[in-house]
Each structure stands twice: as C-alpha cells, then as structure tokens.
C-alpha cells in the first residue's frame, strides 16, 4: 500500500497547512497529468483540561488547473473528486485551502457533539477505558494512482479510528476519461461477456498470486468469500494489468486486510471495448 502515513507529531491545537508548487502527476505521461498539494495535520483536544484528542490528517494531490486537459473537462474531474473525497456540500467552495479549512471545523464540530457528552459520563471511570473510547484518528488522502491511454485513476484513501481494537482503512478508486471527464464504470470499458467471466479470472488470479494457494479449493476452504470475489468498481489499471481492490471486510474477515487481485494484461485486452483499446499501449 502506498505509504501516507508517516507524518509529524504535533502539539494540541497546532495546525499546519503546506502548499506546494505545481509537480507532475504520479503517472506523468506526456505532462498531461499535473497536481498541486495540500496538506493539514492537526490534532484538537476533546475539551479544555482533557487529554483525549481528535487527530485529523488531510493530504491531497488534486488535479491542477495546468493539466493539459480542456477545461471543461478538468472542471468535471475535480468536482468529482471534491464530492467523493469530502462530500458534495463541499462543491461549493471554490478553492482547495477552503474545503480542506471546512473539513476540519466540520470533523471537530461532529466529534464534540458526539464524545463530550459521552465523556461526562465516563470521566468517573478508568482513565485507559475513557482514552480507548475518546481518542479519534481521521486520515484523508487523495492521490493519482495511473494514467493508461486516456483513464485516469484516483485514489481516495481514508483510515478511519473510532475507539475500539482497531481502525479501518478503505481505498476508493476513481475512473475518468481524460477526453470527457465522464467516471468510468466497467460496464462503460468493458463488453458483456467480462461479466460472465471475471468472477473466474479473479479466483485464479488470487490463487497465483498468494503463496498458501495453489488450486481453486484453497480458496473454498479459506476464510475468502469466494461468492464475493466479483466486480465492485474499485479497480484501476496499470501497465501489467487490471487491479481490483476489496477493502477489509469485503471479502473476508478483517484480519485479511485489503486484498488486490491482478487479472494481466493478456487476460483482459479481449474485453475492452474498441474504444478502448489504447490502454495498455505502450
């Protein structure tokens, strides 16, 4: 997985938001592809006199204006990208610095109203139980992920700690025609008879790739829910082939962690639509 997370301490209350100059995209085919960054870290006390914190981390590659994509276009992509990272109340705004400002009030307005009352109630309690259940990690990142032939594939990732054993990670990812702005689904890439084969592709794919497997019973037998392994629109594409991604949960118990599952190059081509066809060009 793509590392994001190594990130500074902070005090209390301290906020930081960085802003780079423009640098290309991590797919930089031709230049088409530029981003800017935008990154906060900061970390708010629950309340005045109490340790407990929510820490929220917000790091974004977003799509530049200087990207030699019409503008029309470019327009589409980042509303897109702006609604499935914050939500669509966020559209609105007009500049990065300012959704990302509002992302922060919103998250600390919500974790208030839902863990100050429920402080009051516990700080009677054990000390360690109160921080389990009070201590709040939200981290945000937005990246490109690939540019092959004219889709563009975006990264939405978010780790999530509500109290409890564990967080939760998630990646998202979205699809855009570079042509149109329009967000791609496999039924707009892909003819008819990928849907009655890749449930097939994917089992097999998964067998090659985990060094425990090695026939299709392995996976019957296994903690997988091998009904489950089937087309769910997180995928992307990279030069060796389709990628799909099954968060934690999707498809078996969390221990399994996020599985990704690469159907090559050779195996997919058939299936493309005519128009696309580009993709895996050199």
């Not at 209390?12 to 797919?27: D, R, V």
Request: contains cysteine; charged residues 25%; negative net charge.
């Amino acid at each position: 997985m793509k590392n994001r997370h190594a990130f500074a301490s902070l005090f209390l209350g301290a906020i930081i938001l960085l802003i780079t100059s423009c640098q290309p995209g991590k797919e930089n085919k031709e230049e088409i592809i530029q981003t800017k960054q935008y990154a906060m870290e900061v970390a708010d006390c629950l309340m005045p006199g109490v340790d407990d914190s929510l820490r929220l981390t917000v790091d974004i590659d977003f799509l530049d204006n200087t990207s030699e994509i019409p503008d029309t276009v470019l327009t589409k992509i980042q509303q897109r990208l702006i609604a499935k990272s914050f939500g669509e109340p966020y559209m609105k705004y007009v500049d990065m610095d300012t959704i990302i400002e509002k992302f922060h009030d919103d998250v600390l307005r919500e974790y208030r109203l839902d863990y100050v009352p429920l402080y009051e109630q516990m700080k009677d309690g054990e000390s360690e139980e109160v921080s389990i259940n009070l201590n709040n990690e939200h981290m945000l990142m937005v990246y490109p992920m690939t540019l092959q032939g004219n889709v563009l594939s975006y990264v939405v990732e978010r780790y999530l700690y509500l109290g409890g054993a564990h967080g939760i990670n998630n990646r998202l990812l979205l699809n855009f025609d570079i042509t149109t702005g329009k967000t791609l689904e496999e039924k707009d890439i892909f003819t008819d008879d990928f849907f009655s084969k890749i449930h097939d592709m994917l089992v097999l794919n998964l067998v090659r790739q985990r060094d425990d497997m090695s026939l299709i019973e392995d996976v019957q037998n296994s903690d997988y829910e091998i009904d489950a392994i089937k087309p769910n629109g997180n995928f992307y594409f990279a030069p060796d082939g389709l990628i799909y991604i099954y968060n934690p949960y999707e498809i078996g118990p969390y221990y399994l962690g996020e599985t990704n599952i690469l159907v090559p190059t050779e195996e997919i081509k058939p299936f493309l639509k005519e128009k696309w066809q580009n993709i895996f060009a050199e």
